[in-house]
């Protein structure tokens, strides 16, 4: 089964917009940590924000946000007040914390993010 | 510039050559992990260094290739004979020994073309 899973391939959003970013996971651990990352055409991957599975409040910075709803492993970004240079490929990813991990995280598929003026 | 660092960025190969990329990590951070990235697909995780012992190594990793960090600062990735299929994204990245939650910390990659 796939550990973590985005489902849209492509979204575009204008330009000032909100924008959410979906990500389920797929865990038996209580301790997990969830990351998102960002990759424009350079290639490198950006770390944007970051939840722990025992974190109560939803994790913030700047104009991300992660909608952090436990009960249906859900993760998803949302990208307020969205600009161009937004525009790139979002992924979501999952690191658990079980005794004796390794702490490899595990990534998804991605999610391509246009936005247009 | 501190961040991660690899060497070279581009690199193009006949089949059945071998080629070996350089990642330099932020110089603080003990774990260093290579990964593989193809096209419309996330980082694959190929292995991983807790300074110069190399902890864990994915299923990915076949025995044409090979990762060392001798001194647990710099790291090598060998690809011997490489195969058309090896074209891709070869990302590095390095984490503070601090935990199991830190972020990564990615270098630029190198992309490896295989003709």
């Known amino acids: 089964a796939q550990k973590i899973t985005q489902t849209q391939p492509g979204m575009f959003v204008q330009e000032k917009e909100a924008v959410t970013l979906d990500c389920t996971y797929d865990t038996s651990d209580q301790s997990y940590g969830l990351f998102w990352y960002k990759q424009p055409s350079s290639g490198e991957m950006i770390f944007l924000i970051y939840?722990?599975?025992?974190?109560?409040q939803n994790a913030t910075e700047g104009r991300y946000s992660l909608n952090f709803q436990k009960a249906r492993k859900s993760a998803n970004l949302v990208i307020s007040a969205s600009q161009l240079g937004d525009s790139a490929m979002y992924f979501c990813?999952?690191?658990?914390?079980?005794?004796?991990?390794?702490?490899?995280?595990?990534f998804g598929r991605g999610t391509s993010l246009i936005v247009h003026p | 510039d501190t961040g991660v660092s690899q060497n070279p960025r581009h690199k193009i190969t006949k089949r059945g050559q071998n080629v070996t990329f350089r990642c330099d990590p932020i110089?603080?951070?003990?774990?260093l992990y290579w990964y593989r990235q193809t096209l419309g697909q996330g980082p694959e995780f190929l292995t991983y260094f807790q300074n110069e012992a190399q902890l864990e190594k994915s299923r990915l990793l076949s025995d044409r290739f090979s990762a060392e960090r001798p001194k647990g600062s710099f790291s090598t990735l060998e690809i011997q004979r490489t195969e058309q299929g090896d074209s891709a994204m070869y990302l590095c990245?390095?984490?503070?020994?601090?935990?199991?939650?830190?972020?990564?910390?990615f270098g630029p990659g190198t992309r490896l073309t295989v003709l």
């Open positions: 990813a999952m690191r658990e914390g079980n005794a004796g991990g390794s702490y490899i995280p595990t």
């Open positions: 110089s603080e951070h003990n774990r």
């Open positions: 990245a390095s984490s503070p020994d601090i935990g199991w939650n830190n972020e990564q910390f």
């Open positions: 939840q722990g599975s025992y974190d109560e």
